[in-house]
Structure formats: structure tokens, C-alpha cells
Nanobody, 128 residues
């Protein structure tokens, strides 16, 4: 059984930082690309970032480029999202995603249809 557990969310002031973590069990972690999505109240879920199985290729939403950094530790089956210079519009539930493939592309990484497993989400709230 695949388990995907996020942590690290919380309440932070604008301009602050948070680091999200996602620990995976029940599958071979480095067989898959990984990503982060987010969903704000009343909005659709959107792709934030993805990282290839080896960790050497990434993609980001334009809204977070230069502020967020995705990384992974395959030895520890863990995915990370370092979020700096947070803005109130970053407020959302953040979900860890395991893709169905080993790589990810800026052209399709934000499609939920290519995600095989989801975490339960961790709330990020940025106050102004």
C-alpha cells in the first residue's frame, strides 16, 4: 500500500519561509517523478513544481519561480519544497504527488491525470 505523508505547513507572515516535506512508502521512490500541487479555496488544483526521478530536472509554475525550490532525497524517500519570500496568494492546501512516469515536463506536469498517488495535503497560510 502506497503511503504519502506531507508535513511542514503552517502559518507564516508575508516574506517568510517554509519547508514542506513528503515521505513516501510502499513503492520504489526513485522510479517516479514527484511534484507539488496546491489548491486554494474556490480554485482549481494547480501544479506548483515537479522533479524528475533522478532530481536533475525540474519545472516550476511562473508564479513561484525564483522563490520555491523543489528537491528530493532518494535515499530517504523524501520530497521537499523550500518556499521563500512567501506571499498571501501562496495560501493554499499543498499536496504531494507521485507521477505515473519517471520524468516531468513543463508542458504537462500540472495535469492531475498524470498523477498516480496523492498525499492528504498540508495547509500553508501566509498572512499579510
Amino acid at each position: 500500500q502506497v503511503q504519502v505523508v506531507e508535513s511542514g505547513g503552517g502559518l507564516v507572515q508575508a516574506g517568510g519561509s517554509l519547508r514542506l516535506s513528503c515521505t513516501v512508502s510502499g513503492l520504489t521512490f526513485d522510479d517516479y517523478a514527484m511534484g507539488w500541487f496546491r489548491q486554494a479555496p474556490g480554485k482549481e488544483r494547480e501544479g506548483v513544481s515537479c522533479i524528475r526521478w533522478f532530481g536533475d530536472s525540474t519545472a516550476y509554475a511562473e508564479s513561484v519561480k525564483g522563490r520555491f525550490t523543489i528537491s528530493r532525497d532518494n535515499a530517504k524517500n523524501t520530497l521537499f519544497l523550500q518556499m521563500n519570500s512567501l506571499k498571501p496568494e501562496d495560501t493554499a492546501m499543498y499536496f504531494c504527488a507521485i507521477y505515473n512516469v519517471r520524468y516531468c515536463s513543463p508542458s504537462w506536469y500540472s495535469r492531475s491525470s498524470v498523477v498516480g498517488h496523492w498525499g492528504q495535503g498540508t495547509q500553508v497560510t501566509v498572512s499579510s
